[in-house]
């Protein structure tokens, strides 16, 4: 028997779990899912698992619920008004339907399809906002289109690919506030989906099986919820800090629970040293300023010179 393209990507997805019940357990905090479900199981007592109290439904409750979620993913919700976002980062008066995490799976396919896989974050192209920031650019916007018009979820964001333009750009990443999202970019981000990161959403991203979320998995794997949230803080406190003149300074990266900044020919240099007297200072002036944030005891710091830039790192306690 041949199956149906969206079958097969149904099918696909279920194979990344050992039940149905693990499967929707994933979905749990979409609360539209959680709607679908409630209506099957009414109050759950505490002691049970979720997956475990859908995997004892009657086979036939089983398909309801796989059916009815099926349905909510491909086409959104029918009957209500969509969420609505007004982004000034497009223009300002665009308005977009936002899609939710579930449809990110959809939005990974279609990057593994147009043979983006296992790259890292680019930290040069990383906005200010963002603590990760996955990208994608020069692809073709016809076989971007092409692949996206596989997926019936994705063919409402096709209006988002400009048709005067040859290429454009795909993204993904995590934002300082706690926001997941993606969408497509040209000069300026345009969001296809967000989603608040939990610590459960945080332990579903680290166990999709695509091939283009193998670099972001090994960048969080080791990161708790409470640790992005801090680390999103602390990006955003330190454009705030300001260790003196210097001619530029370097994007902020981070490497496990190390966040790190660079700024170049600040202070006096003398044979590619930096004068100690105020390397002091400035490590005295950071120390007292970190103290001021509510942070402060909760982090390492230590300020290092090199080859006239001065490193200023930052890491988790």
């Known amino acids: ?46 002691n049970i698992r979720l997956s475990n109290a859908i995997n004892t439904l009657e086979q036939s409750e089983q398909d309801d619920i796989k059916s009815q979620i099926d349905t909510y993913l491909q086409n959104g919700i029918e009957e209500k008004e969509p969420e609505i976002l007004v982004s000034t980062e497009i223009n300002e008066s665009a308005e977009i339907t936002i899609a939710g995490k579930s449809i990110f799976n959809s939005f990974l396919k279609s990057l593994t399809a147009l043979g983006q896989k296992e ?40 209006d988002m690919i400009d048709y005067g333009k040859n290429e454009c750009g795909l993204y993904f990443g995590i934002k300082c506030d706690g926001t997941f999202e993606y969408g497509v970019t040209y000069d300026k981000l345009n969001p296809i989906g967000q989603f608040k990161l939990t610590p459960s959403v945080l332990r579903w991203l680290v166990t999709i099986e695509s091939k283009s979320a193998a670099s972001l998995k090994k960048e969080i794997v080791n990161i708790s919820h409470t640790d992005m949230l801090l680390l999103g803080k602390i990006k955003t406190d330190m454009k705030d800090f300001k ?69 200023v790192h930052i890491k988790l306690k």
């Open 1 to 46: 028997m041949i199956k149906k393209y969206l079958e097969f990507i149904k099918e696909s997805e279920l194979q990344d779990f050992n039940s149905l019940g693990e499967w929707v357990e994933s979905l749990y905090d979409d609360e539209y899912v959680k709607n679908i479900v409630n209506r099957f199981l009414g109050d759950i007592p505490s």
């Open 119 to 158: 790259k890292g974050s680019n930290v040069e192209k990383c906005p200010s906002h963002f603590l990760l920031f996955y990208y994608y650019p020069d692809l073709s916007s016809e076989d971007v289109k092409s692949v996206f018009s596989r997926f019936k979820s994705l063919t409402r964001y096709l």
């Open 243 to 311: 260790p003196g003149y210097f001619e530029k300074e370097s994007k902020p990266t981070i490497s496990d629970k190390v966040i790190s900044f660079g700024y170049y020919g600040i202070g006096k240099w003398d044979n590619g040293k930096l004068d100690e007297g105020e390397l002091l200072n400035i490590k005295n002036n950071f120390t007292a300023w970190v103290m001021t944030k509510k942070w402060g005891q909760k982090v390492l710091i230590s300020v290092k010179p090199h080859s006239f830039w001065l490193y």
